[in-house]
């Protein structure tokens, strides 16, 4: 089924930029040729999105005279490293890459902030197109600039905030998606509904099921105003110095997961998922939401298929893992809680005591 | 001696930052105060600047109540590396620094190109300071935000334009400079004379041996009228897309003398004075400059104790080394030439058979 292309732009003055979300944006190389300033791009990829999208996206350009250069990493968010970065340094200085050549990150969430973050430091910045293929990276990491690699110590330590010049969200491509990539994509979309959009998170509970069926309409709302969400938030506050930290509800605990247990071993959105909870629950502690308001969270990730405890790495573990978080304030940790079901604040109301409680409460 | 501090503005808009020059601004910890949004700075330096100002620049800072924490690296153009680099990023997260702490490269061009990019990159951004302790980081690298470390295939080729808060240029820390270093330090100084200030290049010429001997009141003259000259340009032209490239004169040849002998061999203000003699060589071919002209630089140079031939490494290694020059444009090289003594352009007249000459004539 086809659905409309429909177009969103991340206000941020000179540094704006669309977003064309539809089911056939990947084979319109007439989206992306206005960005390009010469007739080369790099396109950036792994080795599972190469096989089923890399060809359909390439002869696309490559019909209207632009040479790709593909470069194909191992897929995973254990790859998401300095290492893996500077094999794109590599394949980008072997070919010559120039400051006007446009690299395309054609993937997921690790692609995009690897891609976007090798974009950021070659030659100290290069044009950036991101054409993600994922749930998750379409409804959230594709937008708004956020780049990085992980620190054995801490995910995402080490990025940039580098723009790219046009997003490409392709629905077509959740098609091959696995099931347990698709849910893990449903955290970021169900957290715009939890932290800003009460409508939206009603929504979600009524056309679930939809979204899990892959029903093209269902996605093409849902992945229309989770993007939305983020431009508004992203336009406001670009580089974090406010309320874009909102955007981080359940991540502070989400990261200690992805990192206690090792990059990889929990996909994001699913350590994203169960760090909401906890989140809810020390919310709850603190007297803001209600033990309904958790149940009613606990039971729209379970229907997504998501994890809602978290895996028991110990709460001294967790909180030193925490300590870590960039939302840390001279020395204090900042945590994204809820005040309601759509509306979030970040608070560092609560004492460590009640982090730990919440941490247990909230563990297999 | 002491000489009167001096003060300079770099204009960016909200990235403006002043450049502060003169004999004891190392142990004025009130000019960084201000710029301070914790109570903690990391200081990034290397194994040889640390025994002689280390102690003198924290402990200023500690009494203040500002807690200092070191990060010693090895010395050296060598040591440039993503691996180096790494080392202030595993520091930074031991320490549990945030992105409020405030970053200090106190050292050389290469500490302040590290310690500026590990600040850019860490959690996306943190505050920065260079304190610069050579003549060469003086007058030009910590000044207008270049930051990159080094690729086997190119030298600064991963980098950002990354603005510090603050510039503390103390000139006593001159009077511990190896005389090499020194000389190489007067490459860039030559250089500002030589691409837009041809009274400045007239004053040099005349007062070269007072340099050459450390006298305070023309050092303090040079490291102002160099920094004076690089803030206009910055500030014209803050990401290189046009008049900034002309602070490259010299740079596109000695960048390939650095590549092309190893990293470290020669000092990078060595490499510049010879690339320049290359590039006034090949403005002369071109009809440009007279042979005087020529002549009239190589004396200079040759009064500072700087290389007026370049290593021999073939004139075909120069082109390949070239090719990877972050000027060349659709495939094209762009070469900083001059037009007179005091006028740079940037120009893709030679044809390459011109440089082949260019660089054979300049070669030992």
Known sequence: MKTVTQTLNVALGERSYPIHIGTDVLSRPELVLPFLAQKRVVVVTNTTVAPLYLDEFRSGLEKCGIETLPVVLPDGEQYKTWETLNLIFDALLAARCERNTTLIALGGGVIGDMGGFAAACYQRGMPFIQVPTTLLSQVDSSVGGK???????????????????????????????????????????????????????????????KLLVRDKSALAYAVHRSCANKAEVVAADERESGERALLNLGHTFGHAIETGLGYGEWLHGEAVAAGTLIAAELSCRLGWIDADSVARIEKIFVRSGLPVKAPDLGAARYLELMSHDKKVQDGKLRLVLLREIGKAVVSDAATTAQMVDAIEARCT
């Open 147 to 209: 780049t990085a690699i992980n620190h054995p110590m801490g995910k995402n330590m080490v990025g940039a905030f580098y723009q790219p010049r046009l997003v490409l969200a392709d629905l077509s491509t959740l098609d091959t998606l696995p099931d347990r990539e698709l849910k893990a994509g449903l955290a970021e979309v169900i957290k715009y509904g939890l932290i800003r959009d009460p409508d939206f998170f009603v929504w979600l509970e009524a056309n679930l099921e």
